[in-house]
C-alpha cells in the first residue's frame, strides 16, 4: 500500500480518535509502510529528552536524550535519520513536525530495507501524525501531561497557555522563540503574526517576578499581550500599538511596569522598524558577524509612554540575516562565581551556530540550554530568545499560489 492510501486509512479512523488512540493508530499503520512498528515519541517542554506515548500494542520504550542520539539528530535537524539493521530490523527516525514546529520524532522499525519509496512514505504517515498530535491536543490532557517533566506553577500555567507556537516559517521567514525556565516563568512573554507580506514581532519583560509566585508579572504581561494583539488586529501601526498597550497597562495597574521590543519586518524588502521601550534592543548577524546593535531605547517601558513620544528605529536588512531578540535575564545570567553570560557571548554563541547551519529553532534551544548551563540550571530571571531569519523578498503571488519552503522536509538527511 502506497504512503497515500496509508494517509487515507489514517484520515478515516482520526475523527473520532482520543490522542490515547495515536500511539495504536501509528502501530496499525506501520505494516502500510513495510515496517513492524511505529512509536510516537513527544519532546519535553525543556527540549532536552524524546518521551514515549504508549498504548495499545505499541511497544514500550524508555525515554532518550536529545543530544547524543540518532532520534535526536533526527529532531535537532529536522531530517529523516537511519540507522543500520539489528535483531529487529532497520531504524527510521522521522521528524514530527507540525508547519516549522518539532514535536518530536517517529520512530520505524522496519521490515526490510530504507529504499527511498520507504523513507518518503513514512516521512509522509510523520507529517499526519504530526497533525494529529496537534489536533487531539486540543481535547485531552494526555499529550500536556507527558511532556511535564516537572510540576508547572500556576502562572506559568496562565502565560504558557497564551504563547503562539514556538516556531513558524512563510518559506522566505522563520520565527522561532523560547521561554526559560519552563515550569515558573516569571514576566517574559514574546508574540508574533504574519499578516500579509508584514511579520509582527514583540518581546515583553513585565517587573514583578518572584511577586505573589509571579502573579503579578504575569497579569501584566498578559495584559500586554492582550493589548498588543488587540491593536495588531485593529490595523495600528508601531506607535499606534505601543500606545495601545501603554494605555491598557495604565487603566488596568498604574504603577505597572514593562519593558517590551515592538517590531515589523516586511519580507518583501527586508525593511525592519523597531520600537525599543526600555527594553535590550535586538542583534542584527549578517554573514557570521553581528553587523548592528539596534539604538535603544527609543521609547520609555509601557505605562510611561505619555511622558514622551516613541521613535521607530528602521534597518535594512540582506538576505540571510537574522535578528537576535532577547530579555534581560538572558544577558544577566550569572555563573557560580558572579561571571555573567553577557552580550559578547550571546552573539557568539549565535554566529556559531548559525554557521553550522543549524535550524533556527535548534540555534534557540541551544543557546537557552547554553544560558541554562552557565547558570547551574537555576535562572535568577526569566529567559527569553525570539530569533528570527529573513531568507530572501518574499515575491507577490495570487493567493493559490505557494512559497518554496526555507525549512528543511523530512527527507533531508545529513547534519
Not at 118 to 127: F, H, I, L, M, Q
Not at 308 to 327: F, Q, W
Request: aromatic share 4%; hydrophobic share 45%; proline share 6%.
Amino acid at each position: 500500500m502506497s504512503g497515500i492510501e496509508a494517509l487515507g486509512r489514517l484520515l478515516r479512523q482520526s475523527h473520532h480518535a482520543r490522542p490515547d488512540d495515536l500511539p495504536q493508530m501509528a502501530m496499525r499503520a506501520a505494516p502500510l509502510v513495510g515496517a513492524t512498528a511505529m512509536i510516537i515519541y513527544l519532546v519535553d517542554h525543556k527540549q532536552r529528552e524524546l518521551l514515549p506515548l504508549i498504548a495499545g500494542d505499541a511497544p514500550a520504550r524508555d525515554q532518550l536524550l536529545i543530544d547524543g542520539t540518532l532520534a535526536g539528530r533526527a529532531f535537532s535537524t529536522v531530517a529523516v535519520c537511519v540507522s543500520e539493521s539489528d535483531a529487529d530490523g532497520a531504524r527510521l527516525w522521522a521528524p514530527l513536525i507540525n508547519g516549522a514546529e518539532r514535536l518530536g520524532v517517529l520512530e520505524v522499525v522496519l521490515a526490510g530495507p530504507a529504499g527511498e519509496s520507504t523513507v518518503e512514505d513514512c516521512a509522509t504517515v510523520a507529517a499526519l501524525l504530526a497533525e494529529l498530535v496537534v489536533t487531539r491536543d486540543l481535547y485531552s490532557d494526555t499529550i500536556e501531561r507527558l511532556r511535564r517533566r516537572e510540576p508547572m506553577l500556576l502562572a506559568a500555567e496562565m502565560l504558557r497557555a497564551q504563547l503562539p507556537p514556538l516556531t513558524f516559517s512563510t518559506g522566505h521567514l522563520m520565527i522561532s522563540g523560547i521561554l526559560e525556565p519552563c515550569y515558573d516563568v516569571g514576566g517574559d512573554a514574546f508574540d508574533y503574526a504574519v499578516n500579509g507580506d508584514i511579520a509582527h514581532l514583540a518581546l515583553f519583560d513585565a517587573v514583578g517576578h518572584g511577586s505573589a509566585g509571579g502573579m503579578r508579572a504575569v497579569m501584566l504581561a498578559s495584559l500586554a499581550l492582550a493589548a498588543y494583539r488587540n491593536a495588531r488586529r485593529a490595523g495600528l501601526d508601531l506607535i499606534g500599538t505601543y500606545h495601545r498597550i501603554d494605555q491598557a497597562v495604565q487603566d488596568h495597574d498604574r504603577w505597572g511596569l514593562i519593558t517590551a521590543v515592538l517590531a515589523e519586518l516586511d519580507q518583501r524588502t527586508g525593511l525592519l522598524r523597531v520600537i525599543s521601550a526600555g527594553h535590550p534592543s535586538g542583534v542584527v548577524i549578517r554573514q557570521g558577524k553581528a553587523v548592528k546593535v539596534l539604538p535603544t531605547p527609543t521609547a520609555l517601558p509601557v505605562s510611561l509612554g505619555h511622558h514622551r513620544p516613541p521613535v521607530v528605529v528602521e534597518e535594512a536588512l540582506e538576505p540571510g540575516d537574522h535578528v537576535l531578540l532577547y530579555t534581560d535575564g538572558i544577558i544577566e545570567a550569572r555563573s557560580s562565581d558572579g561571571e555573567p553570560f553577557g552580550l559578547d557571548r550571546l552573539v557568539d554563541f549565535t554566529v556559531k551556530a548559525i554557521a553550522d547551519q543549524l535550524p533556527v529553532p535548534e540555534t534557540t534551544r541551544r543557546l537557552v540550554h547554553a544560558i541554562l548551563d552557565h547558570q547551574d540550571d537555576c535562572l535568577q530571571d526569566d529567559a527569553t530568545v525570539l530569533l528570527t531569519r529573513w531568507n530572501s523578498p518574499a515575491p507577490a503571488r495570487s493567493d493559490t499560489e505557494l512559497p518554496e519552503s526555507d525549512n528543511r522536509t523530512p527527507l533531508d538527511a545529513g547534519g
